[in-house]
């Protein structure tokens, strides 16, 4: 019986790079990453639910950029939002209901990532930001924009984890 091997780490990155400044995360057993990556306590989905309704402290868009390494326009683009409204939102210190659906699952998503690259976020942004043949040359952080978009992303790490090929 042939073994599934698991997916390569991707390129070294050249020095001076976005994603060379991003550090390897590791999240304690147990801890949701997705919610760790937006500096959210980990809660049940009923209670986070209702974070989301509320919408999630702005301090969830210091660590979507620092994870990321997103200017400020990279990051209104991902919660297709403008930068006048992110200013706005850091004003009244909350984002509302919508934001807070796409901060999630944009980290949703990275998470899924970096668990494919074993923990190490610099491999794992690099592959999101890099054009991806199986999702038509579009790079899969721009699909995380929308549920379906994200919905392909996540299939596609699936499918690398398990070695099928893509």
């Not at 999630?104 to 990275?110: A, G, H």
């Not at 999702?135 to 499918?159: F, M, W």
Request: hydrophobic letters at 40%; zero cysteines.
């Amino acid at each position: 019986m042939q073994q599934l091997k698991k997916a390569q780490p991707a390129p070294k990155l050249k020095a001076g790079t976005i994603a060379e400044a991003v550090p390897v995360k590791r999240f304690k057993p147990g801890e949701d990453s997705s919610l760790a990556l937006l500096g959210l306590k980990s809660s049940n989905m009923l209670t986070l639910q209702k974070e989301i309704e509320q919408g999630f402290p702005v301090t969830v868009l210091r660590h979507i950029q620092q994870h990321y390494a997103f200017s400020r326009i990279e990051l209104a683009d991902a919660l297709r939002v403008s930068a006048r409204t992110l200013d706005r939102r850091e004003a009244l210190g909350r984002l509302d209901p919508l934001e807070s659906d796409r901060a999630l699952r944009l980290s949703r998503v990275y998470a899924k990532a970096v668990e494919l690259y074993e923990g190490n976020e610099k491999a794992a942004l690099a592959w999101l930001k890099r054009k991806n043949r199986a999702l038509g040359n579009v790079p899969p952080v721009d699909l995380i924009k929308t549920e379906i978009g994200a919905l392909q992303v996540e299939h596609l790490i699936g499918r690398l984890e398990y070695g099928v090929y893509s």
